[in-house]
């Protein structure tokens, strides 16, 4: 049994760091059905210049500098990559943008920060805590407790400001909040300030677990792309259920089927998923009316 | 100066073949050109680097004493990446445009094997300084290939895997949990573990895997830890290996470690902190400074690159060897002709002083693999640097190990 628990506990914690990179592609196919294709390359970003402001604001500090920087490299990723698209109603124009603004970001990190794998000071100490023979890292509670205090922040901000009402409005009808005077455009670019600056903050939690480098968000952002769609692209919590099954899904097939199978479960689950479910787990069904 | 006959025909056939001929006589003053691949970026750019800052203080060495056949050593330096599609590009690119008349370098398995196909096929010497992959040398092996262009000096995986085996009997251990990487590189090394297993009538109590870039062991060490392990045997390179010390860490559960070589990397060094202290693993050259001849090259490394310590000291080594291993072959050859330079390396007349090793005709027209297994020894991660792992090993430091008539 406490196997078990243990490797739930281990596949929590990776589930989460999905979930953190996951949120961020639903926040911004609420409000204008496109992602942010390059949501990786954010991460690994936030997380470089994170790493470069450590040494002279320490860990803690260094957190809100770095969600300032999500916030600007996020309205950048719209402007360039996304507004123009949508502009001209393209179907799939944000997807090359997004893709391409991606690889120039992932070439700028490599020429800033160089091509090396750099390992990124833990503000935490590295000996685990046993609770009921589960051994948990700090490190992992942390990125545990980081990612659902970021998901909460992101929720309250938009049941209670005024901006946040305007980005619901704006994903339960895009047209309608128009007329009702919000500047929907302008949502548009806040929910891809947000959804960047979660990625940011996403970086900086898991680069203490990972090493920090202009490549480290390339896998995460994949297995997050299928959390996003097994949970539902639409719903915050579907994200968090999504990458929690994910995540432990992974553990428990290593350890009980075979680690060379690690990543086969996630795959079934998002065809079976796709297949029955295609707006997924959480996702609430839309009838496009033609 | 006699001429013979036969040469001035030769040259005379080589004229008329050619046609441009007399443009090469021309450059013949000029430098010798050899090329120097690896990846001096990514996540085994800390192997890449030390391996070309070792190569390039051999080659500074040799052309400050006068060069070779009177000609200085110019190194073409070309970065693959670590992929394997850059490195066949490389290759292509040393050979066709930059006319090399040899090339050292790879630290991946996978790129070797991509790209030495393109000097075998232009009949040019390349020499494998790092990586490890048995299939290496024996790619183009006879009786499939009339001659093989693919020399090595670095110790192989089976080489590696036997010994890891053995050292694991050694100490006593019976339950041997296998744990290796999804590449190439792992997966050809577990397939060795497990056949040296084999041979000595065992079977791994647990065989896991585990891809670049995973965070989280937790599956593969807690299936070890239920089978009853007492021992890991890791196939990797330096950052999952860390990730397999500090994972234990965390499970609480701590069995001694055998890794392959790459856990001499700084990045493992740098991952596992304390954790990694006590993991042992096969190393041609650790740092140490009881011979003159490894104390002056570590003090030249250093000073040349402001260093205290070279980030993977194995590779700097045999980058090092590699280039007064070639530039003996080229001095023993009188030519820059590939063909010529293959017979010479295949029976260097000359003793080679390296740092691993003195060399003592390393290569036959059978055997490409300069390193034998008891040139190999174990060293030991301590406290952020790379140590003798026995004792007997680092009071005999002073003996240069001479390869083994009978081996490979």
Redesign the interface.
Known sequence: MT?FL??VA??V??GM?YAAIAFGYQLTFATSKTLNFGQGEALAVGALFGLTLVPFTGYWLMIPLVLVFGFGLGAVVERLAVRPAIAIKSEYGWIMATIALGIIFKNVA?NIW????L?FPSPLP???I?IGGV???PMEMLIVGGALLMMLAVEIFNRKSIWGKAVVATSNDIDAAGLMGINTKRVITLSYSISAMTAAFAGVL?AP???T?A??GS?LALKAFAVAIIGGLESGLGVIVGGLILGVA??????YI???Y??VPGLILLLVVLSIRPVGLFGKAVIKKV | MIVTKRALVGALLCATALGVAPFHAAFAADAIKIGLTGPYTGGSSSMGVSMRDGAKLAAAEINKNGGVLGRQIQLVERDDEAKNEVGAQVAQELINKEKVVATVGFINTGVALAAQRFYQEAEIPVFNNVATGTVITEQFKAPDYDNNYVFRNSAYDVLQAGMMVDEALRQGFKKIAVLADSTNYGQLGREDIEKQLAAKKMKAVAVEKFNIKDVDMTAQLLKSKEAGADVILAYGIGPELAQITNGMAKLGWKVPMIASWPASMQSFIDIAGTNGNGVVMPQTFIEDKSVPKRAAFLDDYYKAYGVSKIPTPVAGAQGYDSIYLIAAAIKQAGSTDGPKIRAALENLNTKVEGVVTTYDHPFTDKDHNAISRNMVVFGKVQDGKIVYANPDDAKNASTVRVKEKSSN
Request: zero cysteines; a negative charge; aromatic letters at 2%.
């Open positions: 196997i243990q490797l281990s596949g914690a990776v760091i490599e160089g091509r090396d794998d390992p590295d000996a685990p046993e051994r948990i890292l898991v677990v990972t090493l480098g490549t480290m896998v992974e553990t428990l097939t290593g350890f075979s680690t060379g690690k990543d």
